[in-house]
């Protein structure tokens, strides 16, 4: 079917003012518009029938979750998640954080839920849609290239268990510049990371990231880190902000 969704006005005004009328009325109408259901489609696998991603296409860390294993109320009151809050969950896969930060943020704010595993992104479109939280918004992308939405109108940029797997498949880098292209200047890069500690649970220690080697990882796209905490046994939070300039 054909869509006009990368340049729709409509599209880039309801972004630019997420908690208005006009960004409530463009979610309303994701939830069912045809174009942009094929849009979402075409941006995974054009040429793949729904829930038949290739393996090869599918992000390293499919299917897995670390959300059972973390204290997920203690990490948003840390971001400090509010009603207006606009928020990418960076690879989100089935979507458990983005589920439970709607309870937090509501129609005034806005989770964009990202992934290039589109199994998952479509279950998490089911799960909102069946509950009306018409404030996620599902997205098949790969975060390591361009994520459709305007640069400087995010609030909280947020990594589940995400950036060990990118710096192992090579895509941290086109991942991180992409998160500080979308952050406002005083919004929040939010990392969740195993502990570097021998596992199970979780990934082998060798690709774990220390808080020190992520502060080193992020430095150079401008990032400083404001605060570590545990969240959990086997995981702590990073919240970074953007560095002013010299």
Known sequence: MPHNCEKCAFRARAEARPGSFLARLWRWHTRWCPGWKAYQKSLAAPNTPPLELARDSAPIAAGKSSYDMVDVALAFDLIGLAPDTVMVDMGCGRGHYALAAAERIDARGMIH?????????????????????????????????????????????FFATVIHDLVADGTAEGALSEARRLL????????????KTPGPPGPPESIRLSETELDALLSPFGFARRRSSAVGEHHYLSLYGIQAAP
């Open 113 to 157: 839920a990202a992934d290039l595993w589109r199994e998952g992104v479509l279950a998490l479109d089911v799960t909102a849609s069946a509950r009306q939280l018409d404030q996620i918004d599902p997205l098949v992308v790969d975060i390591s290239k361009s994520i459709p939405l305007e640069s400087g109108t995010i609030d909280v940029c």
């Open 184 to 195: 406002k200047p005083q919004g929040t890069l939010a990392v969740i990371e195993f502990k």
